[in-house]
């Protein structure tokens, strides 16, 4: 037959104890459910009817529609004969399960019958004139046919909510996998913008020297160059979370202990920077690491849209809050000198480092002729 699957081994070894069973049932005379006990059947008939229904019990599983068909055939030769209780726990069995292994498609339709079939069962005995056998076979046509329907439908209810939950925790680590990456996306542009743009300006400022200075010209050569060093190593850090194969923590490598290498490269680009520290010491990881990135990012703007301007770094430890404050002087560039414009990304990412570790954020000018960046961290 088209579509049958060859029956699974715990399916052949359940056909072969249920007929077993059934023979058993038959010899002790145990076997009657319906009928009359002075028409006996013969013994042979009883057992052709009991094979043909534990062979469609062997592919109840693999073909479940092909394997109810042919029980509920056996079962109706059966009930004509007489219902026997080896062919009826056959019946059960394979209801029981084509419910809830079995398509949907056919699940909704073995409801539908039975819940027909009941009805019509109860139905028919109060036609006959008498309530008592009405209730009787109502609740025999129940407990044979709803029950066993009833039961698969609240597995299969419980089986699809497992599932359903499975793939929601699914989405859930996908999206959680997503928002990590779009974390580090933000970290290698807060390295790319922050290092390569300082060695950019850095060198641009080196070459526009007519006759510069040995000196200033090896200090920027310096910076430049540990610019270089540790934004490969920053980089190659990220590209290894990135890689490892089970979920690792990414290692702290930039701390606020270290922004006196910001404000040293920051002052190579050609900024005159005054810095004013704090006790950094004992701050949480995340704060820490956030606001060495603002600082950094801030710098960086400076470098691009005001360069050569006046720039102040405040680190300011406060009784719950840890403040971040970098200013500069807003430098007008006229049209014909040009200038690079930005996109916006840094304002961004600094707003969004803020508020990670529940802090807020502002960036914009004072009124009195500087541009201000200002973080407040929560400790």
């Known amino acids: 037959m088209a579509g049958v699957t060859a029956p699974r081994r715990r399916d052949v070894l359940l056909a072969a104890a ?35 229904a534990c062979a469609g019990q062997l592919f109840r599983r693999g073909a479940p529609v092909v394997s109810l068909v042919v029980v509920v055939a056996a079962a109706a030769v059966d009930f004509y004969l007489g219902l026997s209780l080896p062919v009826l726990m056959v019946f059960i069995d394979v209801l029981f399960v084509t419910s809830l292994h079995g398509p949907r498609a056919l699940h909704r339709a073995i409801v539908g019958v ?13 036609v006959a004139g008498d309530w008592r056998l009405s209730f009787y076979a109502g609740l025999q046509a129940f407990s044979l046919l709803a029950v066993p329907v009833w039961w698969a439908t609240d597995v299969r209810q419980h089986r699809e909510s497992v599932e359903q939950l499975t793939r929601i925790a699914e989405l859930d680590r996908r999206a959680a996998v997503n928002a990590e990456r779009n974390r580090m996306a933000r970290d290698l542009h807060d390295v790319v913008a922050g290092h390569l743009s300082a060695i ?8 526009s020297m007519r006759e510069g200075d040995p000196e200033t010209v090896r200090t920027v050569l310096k910076s430049v160059r540990e610019n270089s060093v540790r934004s490969l190593a920053e980089m190659r850090m990220m590209i290894d979370v990135l890689g490892a194969d089970e979920p690792v923590d990414e290692p702290v490598t930039v701390r606020l202990a270290d922004v006196d290498r910001l404000v040293e490269s920051a002052a190579a680009g050609g ?40 720039t102040s770094v405040v680190l300011e ?49 004072d009124g009195a002729g500087e541009w201000v960046v200002r973080a407040e961290l929560p400790l």
């Open 114 to 126: 039975v819940a027909t079939t009941t009805v019509g069962v109860t139905a028919a005995a109060a």
């Open 271 to 310: 900024l005159v920077v005054e810095f004013r520290g704090a006790d950094v010491d004992g701050l949480p990881v995340g704060v820490d690491v956030a606001a060495y990135r603002i600082v950094q990012e801030a710098l960086t703007n400076a470098l691009k849209h005001a360069p050569g301007s006046r």
């Open 200 to 207: 950019a300006i850095q060198s641009e400022a080196v070459l």
């Open 18 to 52: 249920f007929f077993t069973a059934g023979v058993l049932a038959y010899l002790l005379d145990l076997d009657l459910v319906l009928g009359d006990r002075d028409r006996r059947t013969p013994m042979d008939l009883r057992l052709v009817v009991l094979g043909l």
């Open 317 to 365: 430890r406060l009784v719950r809050r840890f403040a971040v404050e970098v200013r500069n002087t807003v430098v007008v560039r006229s049209k014909a000198r040009g200038g690079p414009e930005g996109s916006g990304t840094g304002l961004v990412s600094m707003a969004e480092r803020a508020q990670v570790v529940g802090g807020t954020f502002s960036a914009g000018p």
